[in-house]
């Protein structure tokens, strides 16, 4: 489980350290016929979170703050949808016509009198996606009003939209016509809609309509009238946000998709056997829209992308059922954990060392119909947070990992001829139950081997001791010493890669041995180098 870390530790650092440091072999001391020099090169110190967090310190976090467990934690947001990706207020425009009868107006050689004419017209708004629109409160939005007549004679047009509210009472306009010799007369005004509710409901008894009442009111100049004059009134709304809305939003196909959790353990592994005693993966569910939502999971599974074994999980609850919160500025909150006690698999959910966990959902708004009134706010939001938690407590054999790292040796070196062998110590003072069998190799620029650093695999680190809960409760020592001789020091120089291979597993993990971890978990590493170098006289 750490295996990445104490491979570039224990294996590397060494062999990169005086391949960059600067050393004369012409400074041995020249009385002694086999010079000898023992360089002490590095001593650390490494926890839980140096080894096992890496790559983001937040995947490690302690479950039990009193016995210090601790577990790997993943996580990744499967969607979000804000409120526009639920309900839109489109465009929509209606356009009222009064003729001379309505406004009951007749030939005439010459009219200087008074008179006035109405007409009601209800307008039906867009039904976008099957959505019955009860009530809105516009955030942003503009009324256009254009108005146009063939009448020669002085028109008053007032526009007035009941259900629409203007601070508190309904929202009328009068535009003015004032008849300057020329026909038709037209005039425009544009209203802003923001802070206005309009109720589409017409006294609740329906939905996505509303009234216009339209008057003219003409004032007679000595003109003649022909009877066949006509008054229109183009409402056009355009621009539409909402601030909160309610109604029926229908049962909506809730697109989630599918999405994968990166399992950042297994980057560099390519085979082996992993079991974890408690794994759980959760779904964390965020609605603050005023509906309820059920969301279906589908190819819930782990993946090794290297062999493509994948291990599909079964038994698991299904579908899950997100309530609505109560009241506008409210959300729910809502966590599916599937866990032993309900899926039926989920210990073996790391079994192929996967490198991802990927899931398929689909959801779907009012899964019941239209059985409650809906509502809905310019921040609204539904999300779905996918994470992945794995307490460290389990057993691995087999744990196969291979890593290629860029490597130099320093130009700076002088007379590398004189040096006859090196040889690498390696002290591992080890506090985890996990032991590492690790092999290094070296590449030439063509990815040619040079040559292996020891002559077979090495056991570089041992298992800690556990009790009889998996807890370590004696550390174990192991000393490793590599030798280099002279035909490989040759070949360093034209090394420009470091191949590590690696296989590691818990303490007696072959047979089932089950070991846990903890946050005071130690690890300390001392490498020293010993030259041996050559007098030239």
Known sequence: MKSKLISLSLMTIALIYFGCRKYDPNKIVSTAWN???????????????????????????????????????????????????????????????????????TALGSFSGNVSGSTASTVTTPANGGVEMYTVLFKN????????????????ITITIPSLLESGSAFTRTIPLTYAGVIPQVAAISVNLSGMPLDLTQGNITFNEFDIQTTVAVAGNGNPLTGNES??????????????????????????????????????????????IDPKVRFTVENSFGFPLEINLANLQSINVNTGANLPLTGYPNPLAIPSPSSMGLSTTTVLELNSSNTTNITDIVTPTPKYLYFEA?????????????????????????????????????????DTIPFTFSETIENI????????????????????????????SNNVTLFDLMDAPENVIESALIDANGRVNQNTLKITD??????????????????????SQSLDGNNGTVVEFYDDYKLNVKIGMQVQGKLNF
């Open 35 to 105: 010079p000898n020099i023992a360089i002490p090169l590095a001593y650390a110190e490494f926890d839980a979170y140096d080894i096992l967090a890496r790559t983001d310190s937040n995947d490690l976090v302690v479950i039990d703050p009193i016995s210090g467990a601790i577990a790997l934690i993943y996580k990744g947001e499967v969607v979000s949808y804000e409120a526009q990706d639920i309900v839109q207020l489109s465009d929509f425009s209606n356009t009222v016509s009064l003729s001379s009868a309505d406004m009951g107006l």
């Open 141 to 156: 939005g503009n009324l256009s009003i254009n108005v146009q007549t063939n009448i020669q004679h002085d028109v008053d």
């Open 231 to 276: 008054c229109a009134a183009e409402l056009i709304f355009s621009s539409l946000k909402f601030q909160n809305a309610t109604g029926y939003f229908g049962q909506q196909s809730i697109g989630i998709g599918n999405d994968s959790i990166l399992i950042k353990l297994f980057q560099n592994s390519t085979e082996g056997f992993f079991q974890l």
């Open 362 to 402: 689909s959801g779907t708004s009012n899964p019941l119909g239209n059985v409650t009134t809906n509502f809905i706010t310019d921040t609204s939001r539904f999300t779905v947070d996918a994470e992945l938690e794995l307490p460290l407590e389990g057993y691995a054999y087999g744990f196969t990992f291979s």
């Open 417 to 444: 001829e004189n040096i006859e062998s090196l040889m690498i110590r390696i002290n591992v003072d080890n506090g985890f139950p996990v032991e590492l069998l690790s092999q290094v190799i070296f590449l030439d």
């Open 482 to 503: 590599i030798n280099i001789n002279e035909t490989k020091i040759e070949q360093i120089s034209e090394a420009r890669y470091i191949v590590v291979n690696a296989v």
